[in-house]
């Protein structure tokens, strides 16, 4: 008889445990099912839409907010030395791919929101920007002496302009398309996401640099 007692209440304990197992895991799962999902529209590892920008085009400028973060990073802490500094005559330094990288999406902007071919700018433009966007030996011997500040403050003052007219545009903009790399039909989806693998590219260049600076 006691056997039997004990059997009872351990399936009684067994049926409880379960049925309070299954509240305690339903409840919340339940409630999320029904509440709306809202994305963290400024965090950085937020790949997405962001508030006040067309869904595609909030997703596109939430991953060039993340390479930028990494890049600044990168650089933040460098003096002007290292900022100048070269591993041979035919490298170039940090300072000058940081410069560069706002020359690129300068003149990028000019190409998508602007509609102008490529090159076609104005001489004023073409005398602030050909020569970090070239690099070459005239960048070798330009760009130099400047403070970290410097070449940041020349990336955000770019970045700022691409913010506000991205803002102005809807998703189809992104599909417009022309001939361009390789003279192949290139939308200006493509061209932005260059825009960014580019600074991604550049920002692998200063780490290897930054590893071989003098001490």
Not at 104 to 119: D, I, K, P
Not at 173 to 189: D, I, R, S, V
């Amino acid at each position: 008889m006691k056997i039997n007692t004990n059997k009872t209440n351990r399936r009684k304990f067994i049926k409880g445990s379960t049925i309070l197992t299954a509240g305690l895991i339903s409840t919340p799962v339940i409630s999320l099912a029904h509440k709306k999902f809202v994305p963290n529209a400024d965090g950085l590892y937020i790949i997405g839409p962001k508030e006040g920008y067309a869904p595609e085009i909030g997703t596109l400028l939430s991953t060039m907010t993340m390479m930028r973060t990494w890049l600044i990073h990168s650089v933040k802490d460098l003096t002007v030395e290292q900022l100048d500094f070269q591993i041979d005559e035919q490298s170039n330094s940090i300072g000058a791919m940081l410069l560069h990288l706002a020359a690129t999406e300068r003149y990028y902007q000019l190409n998508t929101f602007e509609e102008l071919e490529w090159g076609s700018w104005n001489d004023e433009i073409k005398k602030e920007w050909d020569v970090p966007m070239g690099l070459g030996a005239n960048g070798r011997e330009q760009i130099k002496g400047n403070k970290v500040e410097y070449y940041l403050s020349k990336l955000e003052e770019v970045r700022e302009n691409t913010k506000k007219e991205f803002a102005k545009r809807d998703d189809d903009w992104l599909n417009k398309t022309e001939a361009f790399f390789q003279n192949q039909p290139t939308n200006n989806y493509c061209k932005w996401f260059h825009v960014c693998e580019h600074e991604s590219n550049h920002n692998g260049q200063i780490k290897f640099i930054k590893k071989r600076l003098p001490v």
